[in-house]
């Protein structure tokens, strides 16, 4: 089946504890970015990649990191999560380098990520 | 700065009745406009795209509409069904060149469709 996957889809931790959310495509797509959600906002973006080794700053990278070293993954990595990271995460991927009219971006399920 | 805003924030309706979900944008130079649906604890599902030429588009009971004049685009759910009680989302993209675009996503509106 054709999906993105996202792990953990839950997960609570503590202020400073450096942490990882793996996101996975299994449709060989080039495009992958991630999002959050947080109440009365719309999905805001983090970071995306047009491809492996590729990556660019969305309209809030402040606190995130990533990597792409293979087409089918892109976690994303809080080095010291605060409280103000805590969100709704979701990863995403379309098929093209860059995001054009023709595509859909297909969503993983969500991360729900608290920070204490 | 692009903007999107959807209204109402959130509507209550009855199974089989009809609604109408209104997005308006600031988006230039404008691209394509989505709207998704977005399940409880999922991830968005695109329901229709559009672009600059089109100014309907129909998915099932879903009806995407856009007056790019105005700036305004509306989403009808026709015959309701427990199933449509969902976030849906407007997402407004500009063009940067290359057919390519940026999104821009609106705050969704809460639809909950009551027995």
């Known amino acids: 089946e054709a999906q993105v996957t996202q792990n953990p889809r839950y997960l609570i931790t503590v202020t400073g504890k450096k942490l990882t959310v793996t996101c996975s495509q299994n449709?060989?797509?080039?495009?992958m970015s991630w999002y959050r959600q947080d109440p009365g906002l719309g999905l805001r973006q983090i970071y995306y990649?047009?491809?492996?080794?590729?990556?660019d700053k969305g309209d809030v990278p402040e606190g995130y990191k990533v990597s792409r070293k293979e087409k089918r993954n892109f976690p994303l990595i809080l080095e010291s999560p605060s409280p103000n990271q805590t969100s709704l995460y979701f990863c995403a991927s379309s098929p093209s380098g860059q995001l054009i009219f023709t595509d859909t971006q297909y969503f993983g399920p969500g991360t729900r990520l608290t920070v204490l | 700065k692009n903007q999107v805003e959807q209204s109402p924030q959130s509507l209550i309706i009855l199974e089989g009745k009809n609604c109408t979900l209104q997005c308006n944008y600031t988006v230039s130079p404008f691209s394509n406009l989505r709207w998704y649906k977005q399940d409880t604890g999922r991830g968005p599902v695109s329901l229709t795209i559009?672009?600059?030429?089109?100014n309907t588009k129909s998915n099932g009971r879903y009806t995407a509409t856009l007056d790019a004049d105005t700036k305004q685009s509306s989403l009808h759910i026709t015959a309701s069904q427990l199933s449509d009680s969902a976030s849906y989302i407007c997402?407004?993209?500009?063009?940067?060149?290359?057919?390519?675009?940026?999104?821009?996503f609106g705050r969704g509106t809460s639809l909950i469709v009551h027995p």
């Open positions: 559009m672009t600059f030429s089109e």
């Open positions: 990649s047009m491809n492996v080794e590729v990556t």
């Open positions: 449709m060989n797509h080039e495009y």
């Open positions: 997402v407004v993209s500009a063009g940067i060149g290359g057919g390519s675009y940026i999104p821009t």
